[in-house]
């Protein structure tokens, strides 16, 4: 049996942060609309911060945090939920994911010659442009017995938003609006989500049958009000820490029947540990882990998700290939 994490002594320092109030679940009763309000509040900033990125990777990452968030608290599934973009931009690599419990973690890789050169002419790119052109991979890993599911699109639209709403209106054929915002405020980075998705059932009615001359359906119409009030969100009101969850919300639909569910909390969680590291290292033959020694006698390896360094004395690692 897997040692439980909080026997673990040997785990890295971590924040050992819960933002109770991480994500904020709604529906509006009798329309085909439920979403998730995602706000990472100081998590974010610890998060962000442990690693060495620049200010635009930041952004980019801790939206990218916000959106997985977002996406896997809808998902029934114990396991992880990863992000996965790989492109030919600047940022070559973006990893994040979200535990069923709420556990995020992330790491961006980039070029710090491409992405001078981009900013040289571009102060502000998009996401895309960090991006470039590539895959975006979702994947739900439920574990070694399990089946993974994996859906994966190109690179397309602007930013990470757009990216993430194309697809799911091509993989999964799934209708939805999505906000996302990370931005360095007063009280340190912040990142938030607003997602709507647009579902079947909750508006199967006799209501929702009805259909206008020109083929609309009362479902069109209750889809298309929801992400009209959604777009008057601003990216401040989304990243304040003092505007509760729920009173956003209301805000935004308190005329379309909102019924906000208990929210879900949301921390830092990375899986690492050195009995894990030291399983990786076993894989490799004797000569190669001879090959990765510093100092003659010590290896490190780094948990690139919270950019830490582990040591091991390369006599305590006995290759299992050989
Ligand atoms: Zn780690």
């Keep these: 049996m897997e040692k439980p994490a909080f026997l673990d002594r040997d785990r890295p320092d971590v924040p050992g942060l819960v933002v109770p109030g991480g994500v904020t679940p709604f529906y509006l009763a009798g329309r085909p609309v439920r979403g998730r309000l995602i706000r990472l509040g100081v998590l974010a900033d610890a998060m962000l911060t442990r690693h060495d990125n620049p200010d635009q990777v930041t952004a980019l990452a801790g939206k990218a945090l916000a959106l997985v968030a977002a996406l896997a608290s809808a998902l029934k599934f114990q396991g992880s939920f990863s992000l996965q973009i790989k492109g030919d931009g ?184 050195r009995a894990r590291l030291v399983e990786v290292l076993q894989h490799f033959p004797e000569d190669d882990l001879d090959h990765m020694c510093v100092n003659n006698d010590t290896i490190v390896m780094t948990c690139e998700f919270c950019n830490k360094d582990f040591h091991f004395p390369r006599r305590d690692i006995a290759s299992a290939t050989s």
Excluded at 98 to 104: F, M, R, S, V
């Design 90 to 273: 600047p940022v070559s690599m973006l990893v994040a994911d979200c535990t069923h419990d709420g556990a995020l973690r992330f790491y961006a890789r980039s070029d710090e010659d491409a992405l001078n050169a981009l900013l040289a002419q571009n102060p502000t790119p998009t996401d895309r442009e960090l991006l470039g052109n590539g895959y975006l991979a979702l994947t739900v890993d439920q574990g070694a017995d399990m089946e993974r599911h994996q859906g994966i699109v190109e690179i397309a639209g602007d930013d990470l938003s757009a990216m993430a709403t194309h697809y799911f209106a091509t993989s999964e054929q799934h209708a939805c609006w999505i906000m996302l915002a990370c931005k360095m405020t007063d009280a340190g980075w912040r990142s938030g989500a607003l997602v709507l998705e647009r579902i079947a059932g909750e508006g199967g009615t006799a209501e929702a049958e009805l259909t206008t001359p020109d083929g609309t359906t009362h479902d069109d119409t209750a889809w298309e009000t929801a992400t009209i009030l959604a777009t008057t969100l601003s990216v401040g009101e989304l990243l304040d820490d003092t505007l509760p969850g729920p009173q956003l919300l209301h805000r935004l639909f308190h005329e379309e029947d909102l019924r906000v569910s208990q929210s879900r909390a949301l921390a830092f969680g990375c899986r690492c540990s």
